[in-house]
């Protein structure tokens, strides 16, 4: 290694070349750069200019100077230079690399790695023999002993964090091993390349005076903004999560994000955090809604791969799952009256209701169990259910208040109470507020609710600890008692109105969820029997995996106490359909920072400089060189005669192109060219839609050429050419009336062409759908296959046959009938033009007379087709045609003429 | 075969170059028509087609030549005379040494097939008005009409454009000649082949092909200019740009001494550069035919 301040070079020899540089320089300066070949005819007027010293006999200098720099550019390139290399170990002493891979060493995998391979490579470059220790203990145990380096690098590209925390109590054991192995040597280089995060003080105290006995220890350490952080279990909050980040380096502040994940990865909620220098410990609340926090997975620290920076949330924070008893002989009152739908409204707005009858929810093991008064069972599975910890909702009604039985919280008056009816003194009740002891304490209590039937309790000394709410007289409204590890609640009333109007208030449901919370609780504390099996594992980087084949179930009554380790790794637990979550961090989990004088360690930061090889960047810069001395030779030879004009405009407009290239496309895909709108809008045009049946769109073009021609001849309107279109991809807002022949295998419309139709049917555009078949088509029950899906797809208001005092039938000629070549098909308007935003005015008119067909003419203005009624309906569609574009141009001006008849007779009254 | 090819493709171009001439369109946007090509009024009575004036019968003439149409209008016997009508003798040369044969890129004619295109052209326009036509070459022959058109146009192409026949023409009085070449001798060279045209009373249009290098002389850096016959030795330049000046001065001069020259000897002088369309040249050619006299 030979070094020139912070730059090293590996291969020092090929540096001699650099001596070569004079000879070269001799060289190039004798070597004059060929000239170019021409021919020249008046080579005699040439001649007689004196050859004079402009003839160079060498290279300019500057370009000398080029290629010198390009060569000496090769040749120290070819020196191998490292920039800062890596402090060289002394001696030839083994490299020992204890590497943290646990979670918290996840969080800096890269750094760590890289970190390690530097020191790997180094030694491998220098012939030493390398081991690795990592201190999160395996499942399996390693072979430890010193390698060659390479297999050390094999080892470290294979290696990937785990979950669990480091174990350095183990890793003295190791140490040990490996220096008490055969050939072992007595002293080695050794770096810890550690994750920051004290697991047991005393511990690392230990294994750090057990690693400086045998050589110089280097502990790295992460930098203070790259220290581990770690996010504890949240806890519920009226408004959402409180979730505690806790990190291990508090010299510095920091900031991040919290993000709360869905099933399928969405983010629910993502909230910012912040540390204050010196603080440990932050907290935030992710703000939720019930609804959206019962979908949260996970709540993780954005950015940061690491498993202690996950919460994978299980069964305890997500929707209940309720199970609706049916009756056995099925529900048979009235559905709004029924107490099973009542039911079912209410638990459905926070929880997964299954209904189904006994036997059928048991087996799915539901969190809680509702029996109205109709479902009621005394079954032995039931005192089971509630025994092992199930929750059991009951209703009150008439079959519980003609007979108790013994899933009850409290004995039962027989008979029940009816207030305010007709043969009783009371009026209905409302309810008293809620005693503090109750779940349901702060509930706001609608002053209307009135309860006018309910079965009474027996009371009792024990009666008093049970009651949840009462009645306004003191009466239990509801009761609940604790069964095993379970709980009975009873409503008083029934589920459904007939009792009393509670299940009609917003109270019922929100009663209901305070009850559900019991469930919740409930379902993640199920038997104690059983074991729970892994089904997703969390790797270190936070990620969840396939777990390990060969991961022994963790025994249901061990399960609460066991912490993440090899053989346990963090993850989601399975115990039939209940789900539970081993997470890194437990709740009130704390995380210090690594000693700082731990015994016979020095310390370094992790990510220190860099060494940087600079073979790469110098030989492609060489190699750049190489080809623009190339571009200078070829110019020299006058190849290329317009290189300095040609270079910078050649890429001055490729730049430029590749800036426009997009914009312009875009804009050219956008907008139509000035000349295709001025066609169309500096003329009134009328236009059809082609149908791609050549003779369908001959005649409708021939047509309205025919009816633009009368519309000249005989009114105001002077049309020009009339204009096909295509529906999909042309704009119609230039047209003001659309001549559409509807075919009956018409392709259905894009969502695009409904939507450009829509919006020029409300910009007051008019279009004519001819079916060209007389009318059989329409106003019979079967719909037009053509038509209907356009209708469909448009925005068409209801229709109706045209009526008689239609505008239509006035706007030019005064007409009964609206033929075409057909006769006698009916013409379909617009139900309530009035309702229209069109201001009256139809936006479409459909028939089926093929009206292009009567206008249809040639270019000497011959009739193209002849017409059913002769020239008399020829000419009533003719009328009729002019009809429709002053209708289509001036909408319902003409809709005065309505009263005409009325102005004229009172005009006539006047002597 | 190939030559017949390149041929065809020649008659081509030149076919398209003689199409804006359209037989007597020429002829009719000119005022006078004797200021046209071709079949033209000489302004007296003489052989000819074109009727020039009835004159009372003498006695010395033919009787057929009398005009009974008119002599039955009156008493006395009418001559129907015509105008005299002349056709003039033009004679092509086209340069064929080896300096015509240079281009400076692939997409320009060389010099002589710009040459041999325009006489072509020119040929087409002048038969169309009926003029005698010949190629100053070996075989020394006039011709007319389209078959005469078809032989100068192959005489033009193969003529191997040597240019001894210029130096001992020895046409007739009053031919024309159109010598079509890069002029690039010496001043004093062309000067004694033009007096020895003069003094057979031949007069006529140079017409001076020019390479766009050879005008422009837009060469830069080291460049070797060789000699188009390879006669001569090449001649190293270490930076033509620098003798891009100087050259461009003696251009000057030596196109100056060839107006001057052309001038005093009853030429006409018509520079064509290839890189312009060759209708240019043709129609300066037919102007310098048609109001040159």
């Known amino acids: 290694m030979f070094a020139l301040g912070p730059l090293g070079f590996t291969a020092p020899l090929a540096l001699m070349g650099l001596l070569s540089l004079p000879i070269l320089y001799w060289l190039l300066r004798a070597t004059p750069p060929a000239p170019k070949d021409v021919v020249f005819a008046p080579l005699a007027l040439l001649r007689q200019i004196a050859?004079?010293?402009?003839?160079?006999?060498?290279?300019?200098?500057?370009?000398?100077?080029?290629?010198?720099?390009?060569?000496?550019?090769?040749?120290?390139?070819?020196?191998?230079?490292?920039?800062?290399?890596?402090?060289?170990?002394?001696?030839?002493?083994?490299l020992l690399i204890v590497i943290d891979n646990d979670w918290a060493g996840a969080q800096n995998w890269a750094r760590i790695s890289r970190e390690a391979r530097a020191r790997l490579e180094g030694a491998a470059l220098s012939g030493r023999q390398a081991a690795l220790i990592w201190t999160a203990p395996n499942r399996q145990a390693r072979d430890l002993r010193f390698v060659d380096p390479r297999d050390a690098l094999?080892?470290?590209?294979?290696?990937?964090?785990?979950?669990?925390?480091?174990?350095?109590?183990?890793?003295?054991?190791?140490?040990?091993?490996?220096?008490?192995?055969?050939?072992?040597?007595?002293?080695a280089d050794i770096y810890w390349i550690s994750n920051g995060l004290s697991q047991d003080d005393d511990a690392e105290r230990a294994f750090a005076s057990a690693l400086s006995a045998h050589g110089p220890l280097h502990l790295?350490?992460?930098?203070?903004?790259?220290?581990?952080?770690?996010?504890?279990?949240?806890?519920?909050?009226?408004?959402?999560?409180?979730?505690?980040?806790?990190?291990?380096?508090?010299?510095?502040?920091?900031?991040?994000?919290?993000?709360?994940?869905?099933?399928?990865?969405r983010a629910l909620a993502r909230q910012g955090f912040s540390f204050t220098a010196g603080e440990t410990?932050?907290?935030?609340?992710?703000?939720?809604?019930?609804?959206?926090?019962?979908?949260?997975?996970?709540?993780?620290?954005?950015?940061?791969?690491?498993?202690?920076?996950?919460?994978?949330?299980?069964?305890?924070?997500?929707?209940?799952?309720?199970?609706?008893?049916?009756?056995?002989?099925?529900?048979?009152?009235?559905?709004?009256?029924?107490?099973?739908?009542?039911?079912?409204?209410?638990?459905?707005?926070?929880?997964?209701?299954?209904?189904?009858?006994?036997?059928?929810?048991?087996?799915?093991?539901?969190?809680?169990?509702?029996?109205?008064?109709?479902?009621?069972?005394?079954?032995?599975?039931?005192?089971?259910?509630?025994?092992?910890?199930?929750?059991?909702?009951?209703?009150?009604?008439?079959?519980?208040?003609?007979?108790?039985?013994?899933?009850?919280?409290?004995?039962?008056?027989?008979?029940?109470?009816?207030?305010?009816?007709?043969?009783?003194?009371?009026?209905?009740?409302?309810?008293?507020?809620?005693?503090?002891?109750?779940?349901?304490?702060?509930?706001?209590?609608?002053?209307?609710?009135?309860?006018?039937?309910?079965?009474?309790?027996?009371?009792?000394?024990?009666?008093?600890?049970?009651?949840?709410?009462?009645?306004?007289?003191?009466?239990?409204?509801?009761?609940?008692?604790?069964?095993?590890?379970?709980?009975?609640?009873?409503?008083?009333?029934?589920?459904?109105?007939?009792?009393?109007?509670?299940?009609?208030?917003?109270?019922?449901?929100?009663?209901?969820?305070?009850?559900?919370?019991?469930?919740?609780?409930?379902?993640?504390?199920?038997?104690?029997?059983?074991?729970?099996?892994?089904?997703?594992?969390?790797?270190?980087?936070?990620?969840?995996?396939?777990?390990?084949?060969?991961?022994?179930?963790?025994?249901?009554?061990?399960?609460?106490?066991?912490?993440?380790s090899a053989t346990t790794p963090p993850g989601l637990y399975e115990l039939g359909s209940a789900q539970s979550a081993l997470n890194v961090l437990p709740v009130r989990a704390q995380l210090s920072p690594l000693a700082r004088n731990l015994p016979g360690a020095l310390y370094e930061n992790l990510d220190g400089v860099e060494s940087v090889r600079l073979i790469g960047p110098l030989l492609i810069l060489a190699g750049l060189m190489l080809a623009l001395d190339g571009l200078i030779a070829l110019t020299f030879g006058g190849h290329l005669p317009k290189l300095?004009?040609?270079?910078?405009?050649?890429?001055?407009?490729?730049?430029?192109?590749?800036?426009?290239?997009?914009?312009?496309?875009?804009?050219?895909?956008q907008e139509l060219s000035e000349d295709y709108v001025l066609d169309r809008a500096l003329e009134v045009r009328l236009a059809y839609v082609q149908t791609g049946v050549d003779d369908i769109d001959r005649?409708?073009?021939?047509?309205?050429?025919?009816?633009?021609?009368?519309?000249?001849?005989?009114?105001?309107?002077?049309?020009?050419?009339?204009?096909?279109?295509?529906?999909?991809?042309?704009?119609?807002?230039?047209?003001?009336?659309?001549?559409?022949?509807?075919?009956?295998?018409?392709?259905?419309?894009?969502?695009?062409?409904?939507?450009?139709?829509?919006?020029?049917?409300?910009?007051?555009?008019?279009?004519?759908?001819?079916?060209r078949d007389a009318g059989q088509s329409l106003g019979v029950n079967e719909p037009h296959p053509g038509l209907a899906p356009i209708l469909d797809a448009i925005d068409v208001p209801a229709?109706?046959?045209?009526?008689?005092?239609?505008?239509?039938?006035?706007?030019?000629?005064?007409?009964?009938?609206?033929?075409?070549?057909?006769?006698?098909?009916?013409?379909?308007?617009?139900?309530?033009?009035?309702?229209?935003?069109?201001?009256?005015?139809?936006?479409?008119?459909?028939?089926?007379?093929?009206?292009?067909?009567?206008?249809?003419?040639?270019?000497?203005?011959?009739?193209?087709?002849?017409?059913?009624?002769?020239?008399?309906?020829?000419?009533?569609?003719?009328?009729?045609?002019?009809n429709l574009a002053m209708y289509a141009l001036t909408g319902n001006y003409k809709a005065d003429q309505v009263h005409v008849p009325a102005i004229l007779e009172r005009l006539g009254e006047q002597p | 075969m190939l030559k017949r090819d390149r041929f065809l493709t020649l008659r081509q171009a030149a076919d398209q170059a003689a199409a804006p001439f359209p037989a007597l369109m020429v002829e009719a946007d000119q005022i006078a028509a004797s200021l046209s090509v071709g079949i033209h009024g000489r302004r007296r009575a003489g052989l000819g087609e074109g009727f020039w004036q009835y004159r009372p019968y003498h006695h010395e003439d033919p009787a057929s030549a009398i005009d009974w149409r008119r002599s039955a209008q009156g008493d006395h016997v009418y001559v129907r005379e015509t105008e005299w009508e002349i056709a003039h003798a033009v004679w092509f040369w086209r340069d064929g040494r080896p300096g015509m044969d240079v281009r400076s890129t692939d997409t320009l004619q060389t010099k002589k097939d710009r040459a041999t295109l325009c006489l072509m052209a020119l040929a087409k326009v002048l038969e169309r008005g009926g003029e005698r036509l010949g190629v100053l070459d070996e075989t020394r022959r006039l011709t007319q009409g389209r078959a005469g058109l078809e032989q100068v146009c192959h005489g033009l192409y193969d003529s191997a454009g040597a240019i001894e026949p210029v130096e001992r023409a020895g046409l007739n009085r009053h031919s024309r000649v159109i010598l079509?070449?890069?002029?690039?001798?010496?001043?004093?060279v062309w000067a004694r082949r033009l007096k020895s045209l003069q003094k057979e009373h031949v007069s006529g249009v140079l017409l001076r092909l020019i390479d766009p290098s050879e005008d422009d002389f837009p060469f830069i850096g080291r460049t070797r200019f060789r000699d188009p016959s390879g006669a001569d030795q090449p001649l190293l330049l270490g930076d033509a740009r620098e003798a891009r000046a100087d050259y461009h001065a003696r251009w000057q001069r030596h196109g100056e001494a060839l107006q001057a020259l052309a001038h005093g000897h009853g030429f006409q002088l018509i520079t064509h550069r290839s890189d312009r369309p060759a209708t240019q040249a043709v129609m300066a050619l037919h102007a310098c035919l048609s109001g040159g006299r």
């Open chain 1, 154 to 187: 094999d080892e470290l590209a294979a290696m990937t964090p785990k979950s669990w925390t480091s174990q350095r109590r183990l890793n003295s054991d190791d140490l040990t091993a490996l220096f008490e192995g055969p050939n072992a040597p007595r002293r």
């Open chain 1, 699 to 771: 005649m409708s073009e021939a047509g309205l050429s025919g009816l633009s021609f009368e519309l000249t001849r005989r009114s105001a309107i002077e049309p020009g050419e009339p204009r096909g279109i295509n529906i999909e991809t042309d704009p119609i807002l230039f047209y003001p009336l659309l001549y559409w022949p509807v075919l009956r295998d018409a392709p259905a419309l894009s969502p695009e062409t409904a939507h450009k139709i829509t919006a020029y049917l409300q910009t007051g555009g008019l279009i004519v759908f001819d079916t």
């Open chain 1, 220 to 265: 790295i350490q992460p930098e203070a903004i790259h220290a581990p952080l770690g996010i504890l279990p949240p806890l519920p909050r009226p408004e959402g999560l409180e979730v505690q980040i806790v990190r291990a380096d508090s010299r510095q502040a920091q900031s991040g994000a919290v993000l709360a994940l869905a099933e399928d990865g």
């Open chain 2, 180 to 188: 079509a070449s890069d002029f690039l001798d010496p001043p004093d």
């Open chain 1, 799 to 882: 229709l109706s046959r045209i009526p008689a005092d239609h505008v239509l039938g006035r706007t030019f000629y005064l007409l009964s009938e609206y033929p075409g070549r057909l006769s006698g098909g009916e013409v379909w308007v617009e139900a309530d033009p009035d309702g229209s935003s069109r201001d009256g005015t139809s936006g479409v008119v459909i028939g089926g007379a093929d009206w292009a067909g009567a206008w249809a003419v040639d270019t000497r203005g011959r009739a193209l087709a002849a017409v059913e009624g002769g020239e008399y309906q020829r000419e009533i569609a003719y009328r009729f045609g002019v």
């Open chain 1, 281 to 564: 410990r932050t907290q935030i609340t992710l703000t939720l809604p019930l609804d959206l926090r019962n979908r949260i997975r996970q709540i993780r620290l954005d950015g940061i791969a690491s498993a202690g920076a996950v919460q994978i949330m299980d069964d305890a924070w997500r929707r209940p799952r309720l199970g609706l008893i049916t009756p056995e002989g099925g529900d048979d009152s009235q559905p709004l009256l029924s107490d099973l739908y009542y039911a079912e409204e209410a638990f459905s707005l926070f929880g997964e209701v299954t209904q189904a009858d006994l036997t059928t929810l048991l087996e799915s093991q539901p969190s809680a169990l509702i029996m109205v008064d109709a479902a009621r069972s005394e079954d032995e599975r039931l005192s089971a259910y509630v025994e092992a910890g199930g929750v059991l909702i009951r209703f009150a009604g008439p079959r519980l208040a003609a007979r108790g039985d013994n899933l009850l919280p409290t004995p039962l008056r027989t008979g029940g109470r009816l207030l305010g009816g007709a043969l009783a003194w009371d009026e209905p009740q409302s309810l008293a507020p809620f005693s503090d002891d109750s779940p349901f304490a702060g509930l706001v209590l609608p002053a209307d609710v009135r309860i006018t039937h309910q079965v009474l309790a027996e009371p009792g000394p024990a009666m008093e600890a049970r009651v949840w709410a009462r009645l306004e007289d003191g009466t239990p409204l509801v009761t609940a008692d604790r069964r095993g590890e379970g709980w009975i609640v009873l409503f008083h009333i029934s589920a459904g109105p007939e009792w009393s109007n509670l299940p009609l208030s917003g109270l019922f449901p929100q009663m209901l969820r305070r009850i559900s919370a019991l469930a919740q609780s409930g379902a993640s504390a199920p038997s104690g029997d059983g074991a729970w099996h892994i089904t997703q594992m969390l790797n270190g980087f936070g990620q969840l995996t396939d777990p390990h084949a060969d991961l022994n179930p963790i025994p249901a009554s061990l399960f609460a106490k066991t912490t993440p």
């Open chain 1, 51 to 94: 050859p004079t010293k402009q003839n160079p006999k060498s290279a300019p200098l500057w370009l000398v100077i080029f290629r010198l720099l390009l060569a000496a550019l090769i040749i120290i390139a070819l020196a191998r230079p490292v920039w800062r290399p890596e402090a060289e170990l002394a001696g030839d002493a083994p």
């Open chain 1, 644 to 669: 300095a004009k040609f270079v910078p405009g050649a890429s001055a407009a490729l730049l430029v192109a590749t800036l426009l290239l997009p914009v312009s496309h875009d804009a050219k895909a």
